[in-house]
């Protein structure tokens, strides 16, 4: 059976138990969960005082607000994780996006010197022509 006693605030407490002995808790229907492995040690719920029903009921509450907030946690962890997995996706698709526009710059200068290329081919060849005729007017008139 857990006490308790008012203590003055100034003073400090140390509160010490044993469930090995409890004869307390093997009643299925006060069963409550002794423990939160992913919460700190001062955020455990301490067992209540069974002869208090406000002592139960505020376990109850703590067990309760301990288990939302160790579910937090967890969604916390996983929302940071599911962060971490767009962050990169954004990289990839920034870094798609860079090698399209680097794609897209590097088509448009090819096309250019392209038409370029065509237009002194054009330019050439009707030069040819105007050569290759001069030069059977030549051979004509010889």
Same mark, same amino acid.
């Given at each position: 059976? #857990?006490?308790? =006693?008012?203590?003055?605030?100034?003073? @400090?407490?140390? #509160?010490? +138990? @044993?469930?090995?002995? @409890?004869?307390?808790?093997?009643?299925?229907? /006060?069963?409550?969960?002794?423990? +939160?492995?992913? %919460?700190?040690?001062?955020?455990?719920?301490?067992?209540?005082?069974? =002869? $208090?029903?406000? $002592?139960?009921?505020? +376990?109850?509450?703590?067990?309760? *607000?301990?288990?939302?907030?160790?579910?937090?946690?967890?969604?916390?962890?996983?929302?940071?994780?599911?962060?971490?997995?767009? *962050? =990169?996706?954004?990289?990839?698709?920034?870094?798609? /996006? %860079?090698?399209?526009?680097?794609?897209?710059?590097?088509?448009?200068?090819?096309?250019?010197?392209?038409?370029?290329? #065509?237009?002194?081919? /054009?330019?050439?060849?009707?030069? %040819?022509? #105007? %050569?290759?005729?001069? /030069?059977?007017?030549?051979?004509?008139?010889?």
């Amino acid at each position: 059976m #857990i006490t308790t =006693a008012r203590v003055p605030a100034d003073k @400090s407490v140390q #509160i010490a +138990f @044993s469930l090995n002995d @409890s004869t307390e808790l093997s009643d299925p229907d /006060n069963s409550f969960p002794l423990a +939160f492995p992913d %919460l700190d040690q001062q955020l455990q719920p301490l067992p209540p005082c069974h =002869a $208090s029903m406000e $002592s139960v009921q505020v +376990f109850k509450d703590h067990c309760k *607000m301990a288990k939302e907030f160790c579910d937090v946690k967890k969604e916390m962890a996983l929302l940071e994780e599911r962060k971490k997995k767009l *962050m =990169a996706e954004l990289d990839d698709d920034e870094k798609e /996006n %860079l090698d399209a526009a680097r794609l897209e710059r590097e088509f448009r200068e090819l096309a250019e010197e392209n038409q370029t290329l #065509i237009s002194c081919h /054009n330019h050439y060849s009707e030069q %040819l022509e #105007i %050569l290759r005729v001069q /030069n059977q007017k030549r051979q004509g008139s010889s």
